[in-house]
């Protein structure tokens, strides 16, 4: 293992692009408090969660009502520190059918985490998420797409303790995340692992890549605009589209935090009111299912699960 140099130049392995897709998009729903986002990670410490207003089970079964009125199924990877605390909600995901995946324990960024210590933490997530759904658990999404190239161990890690495929990475330059010499495209990321890399949609608009995964972006931009960037996204990628959102997006009435810098506020609050019926929206104009039905198997089926 090496923690400083990139291993990527001789270990990804691309696909090609004649895997065959149905018309699906992937809805991806990331589980987590409100106080536990990057955003606000610098005036809400970790030791004052457990003083903060727990949110998370009114937005979860908010987003449950929606979906099962449209009958889609999602992916929702979550953190094993909301499995611990809220085993209801997690049943109740496993039970209306949809994917249970992992978030990791408790949002740290894999930068800040040794390969023992971010072992020792998914594990733990993996099993509280297991244990409470009697489902295995293969899919990973990395807090804050942190994966990137100088923690390219983690898929070795992933790969051992029973994952099938990651979906951390995001392609793009972002102050906060990014890999943007990763491949657009779904990828095996190191030879000889059972691991799939399946990356945020990204579109490429003169020269530029753009994230156009959802998130803040698809918050802040008016529905028309935001809808059509994901779709052209996916069509240029011949894949099928990754959305991701999260719970406390569609929230407007969680607490404010007054001491956080005015640019972590606005990413975090902007556009929560419209985020519903933005939703509803998206429902009514695509085909969605989960990460492991839209992607994983067709790939696999196609390459089996190595390169
Ligand atoms: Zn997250």
């Given at each position: 293992m090496n923690n400083d140099a990139p291993l990527i130049e001789t270990s990804i392995q691309e696909i090609a692009d004649d895997i065959v897709y149905d018309h699906r998009h992937v809805l991806s729903i990331d589980v987590?408090?409100?106080?536990?986002v990057g955003a606000y990670e610098a005036v809400i410490h970790e030791n004052e969660w457990a003083d903060k207003e727990s949110r998370v089970e009114y937005q979860v079964s908010l987003l449950l009502d929606i979906l099962s009125a449209y009958n889609v199924k999602a992916t929702f990877f979550t953190l094993g520190y909301v499995g611990a605390r809220h085993p209801d909600i997690i049943k109740k995901i496993a039970l209306s059918g949809h994917e249970l995946a992992c978030?990791?324990?408790?949002?740290?960024?894999?930068?800040?985490?040794s390969s023992d210590a971010f072992k020792r933490d998914t594990h733990k997530a993996k099993s509280i998420l297991e244990d409470i759904s009697g489902k295995s658990v293969i899919g990973y999404r990395a807090p804050s797409f942190s994966l990137s190239e100088n923690v390219w161990w983690v898929y070795e890690d992933l790969a051992e303790m029973g994952?099938?495929?990651?979906?951390?990475?995001?392609p793009v330059e972002h102050d906060h995340y990014g890999?943007?010499?990763?491949?657009k495209r779904p990828f095996?990321?190191?030879?000889?692992?059972d691991i799939l890399e399946i990356p945020m949609t990204t579109y490429k608009l003169m020269g530029k890549t753009l994230p156009?995964?959802?998130g803040g972006y698809f918050r802040l931009l008016p529905y028309f605009l935001g809808n059509r960037l994901f779709r052209k996204g996916a069509n240029q990628q011949a894949t099928p589209g990754v959305f991701y959102t999260h719970p406390?997006?569609?929230?407007?009435d969680q607490p404010t935090i007054?001491?956080?810098?005015f640019k972590s506020r606005f990413r975090h609050h902007v556009g929560q009111n419209s985020m519903v019926q933005k939703l509803h929206k998206l429902l009514r104009d695509y085909e969605w299912g989960t990460m492991e039905d839209v992607i994983y198997r067709p790939v696999t089926d196609q390459y089996g699960n190595k390169p």
């Open positions: 987590e408090e409100w106080f536990q978030h990791g324990l408790d949002h740290k960024r894999l930068f800040n985490l994952f099938s495929y990651s979906s951390s990475i995001y890999m943007p010499a990763a491949p095996f990321p190191n030879a000889g692992l156009v995964s959802g406390w997006e569609y929230d407007p007054k001491q956080a810098p």
